[in-house]
């Protein structure tokens, strides 16, 4: 049975996927012009078929039609907040790959066939790391209409790959033999991660209090303890045997124990070693991807993040800050600019301590586990 929900996962998940395939396509060509950009009237269709994807836009606004290797030889122009020359606004990696798809294509609509597969690929591995993690409630992701609408908006799919697949490293820490290497191994999908999109980085300091402070899952260790003697008012060897006595049921010579699946002694300082090799692996893996481009092009690899700092709070953040701010949350309105951008950065704080700190669910260490059939506990609630 968990063998055929799995493969009823991966067919939903590709038709969800294959329709959002379909649905973009409806914005590409059948014309194009010297460069490779979709006509005639692109900018109508991609607002009224809803079929928009940055994967089109940037052919042309970022000129990947020129295929130059990213980062190399670009700049940021701090008067009209712009990069241009190479730079792309993404981390390394996702320039990488970016770089990898448009080396084929002559259009638009080639860039987008040559993403979909990678895109796609990422999108059956998180289904498949889903499954794994919630079983049913995978379906959820595999046929939500979000995927149909986001699956090729962007190289999204890239980041969340590594995240959900670091949290599945996560949630098997309490059956693994070498649970270190799982923690590490989680470590090391978000410095990938980190390198693909910036968002996965902030898993790592809550991840790493959390096993500081002795919250990670914890597995049954056997221990011997005496027979209860008192129960049958002997002592001595012979309590032991009355427990075999016919008509009573055994006693167990041993019982389960808790102890922490990364020291066996629940010793502050270990765990806290621990937590700081999860810090310091994600910084280092982020660190080893991003070097090479450093050397190699500073400036155009710093424009990238001059430009995202920059970037104000408009309609492409496409995020709840702009939408509640209309109609005055324009990116000239500098003075409400810089209260949203406060505002969205405390508020994304308070919720990476709540969640660590269990709301709702009680204390730390007591997050909810219920429906959760991965671990007998999923903490964080993201593994759930």
């Known amino acids: 049975m968990p063998a055929a929900l799995l493969v009823l996962t991966l067919l939903f998940t590709g038709l969800t996927l294959t329709l959002g395939y379909v649905n973009k396509q409806r914005c590409v060509g059948p014309e194009f012009t010297a460069v490779g950009q979709s006509e005639p009237d692109l900018t109508l269709r991609i607002t009224r078929d809803v079929c928009y994807t940055d994967l089109q836009y940037l052919w ?161 260790a056997r221990t011997r303890v005496p027979a209860p003697a008192a129960a049958d008012g002997l002592d001595g060897p012979d309590a032991g045997a009355a427990s075999s006595t016919p008509g009573r049921p055994a006693l167990p010579a041993t019982a389960p124990a808790r102890r922490s699946v990364l020291d066996g002694s629940g010793e502050r300082q270990v765990r806290w070693t621990w937590a700081v090799g999860v810090l310091l692996t994600t910084a280092t893996v982020f660190a080893l991807a991003n070097l090479p481009f450093m050397i190699a092009g500073f400036d155009g690899w710093w424009a990238s993040f001059r430009f995202q700092w920059s970037r104000p709070i408009d309609v492409t953040t496409n995020s709840i800050w702009f939408w509640g701010a209309r109609p005055d949350g324009n990116a000239d309105n500098l003075a409400l600019q810089g209260k949203l951008g406060t505002l969205s950065t405390v508020s994304t704080a308070v919720g990476m301590v709540l969640a660590l700190l269990g709301v709702p669910g009680g204390r730390a260490g007591s997050a909810p586990t219920r429906g959760c059939r991965s671990a007998p506990r999923c903490w964080p609630p993201t593994s759930c």
């Open 60 to 220: 042309t606004g970022r000129e990947l039609y020129l295929h130059r290797f990213p980062y190399l030889h670009g700049s940021y122009d701090p008067v009209t907040r712009q990069i241009s020359g190479g730079t792309l606004e993404y981390p390394v990696l996702t320039g990488v790959v970016i770089w990898l798809t448009s080396l084929p294509s002559h259009d638009d609509a080639e860039f987008l066939a040559w993403n979909a597969p990678v895109l796609a690929l990422c999108g059956l591995l998180v289904a498949v790391l889903l499954h794994r993690l919630a079983g049913i409630r995978a379906w959820w992701y595999a046929l939500g209409p979000p995927l149909v609408l986001y699956a090729y908006l962007n190289w999204d799919l890239l980041a969340v790959a590594a995240v959900v697949g670091a949290f599945a490293l996560l949630s098997g820490l309490d059956r693994s033999r070498h649970p270190g290497l799982r923690l590490l191994g989680c470590a090391v999908l978000l410095g990938v991660g980190g390198a693909l999109k910036f968002y996965p980085l902030m898993f790592a300091a809550p991840i790493a209090l959390w096993v500081g402070a002795g919250l990670a899952p914890e597995r049954s």
